[in-house]
């Protein structure tokens, strides 16, 4: 059966890095666009960035730009999200998924990793 998985969470400092991994089976990611969300508990799911399927075309929601950076190494199966310049408030669960098109809305996507948690701490 087709699966992501997210790895790369964890508990870091303000300031500090995370690079999270999206790792596919059953699936050839080339094949897809990928996208990053991420949640916090009581609120809806919140677009991070989305890489096209060549890796040519990237987009990031606007509190994002400039600190976070996704890529894709297709050899591999593989797609990575660096954030750097980590704040508290970007402590949420965060996932990747995988759909025939960019897009910038969860419905956009057809299939889902199982999250892994990024909290930075003050």
């Known amino acids: 059966q087709a699966q992501l998985v997210e790895s790369g969470g964890g508990l870091v400092q303000a300031g500090g890095s995370l690079r999270l991994s999206c790792a596919a089976s059953?699936?050839?990611?080339?094949?897809?666009?990928m996208g990053w969300f991420r949640q916090v508990p009581g609120k809806e799911r919140e677009f991070v960035g989305y890489?096209?399927?060549?890796?040519?075309?990237?987009r990031y929601g606007d509190s994002m730009k400039g600190r976070f950076t996704i890529s894709r190494d297709n050899a591999k199966n593989t797609v990575y999200l660096q954030m750097n310049s980590l704040k508290p408030e970007d402590t949420a669960v965060y996932y990747c998924?995988?759909?025939?098109?960019?897009?910038?809305?969860?419905?956009?996507?057809?299939?889902w990793g199982q999250g892994t948690q990024v909290t930075v701490s003050s």
């Open positions: 998924a995988g759909g025939t098109a960019v897009g910038r809305d969860s419905d956009d996507y057809d299939f």
């Open positions: 890489i096209g399927r060549s890796g040519s075309i990237t």
């Open positions: 059953g699936r050839t990611l080339s094949s897809y666009a």
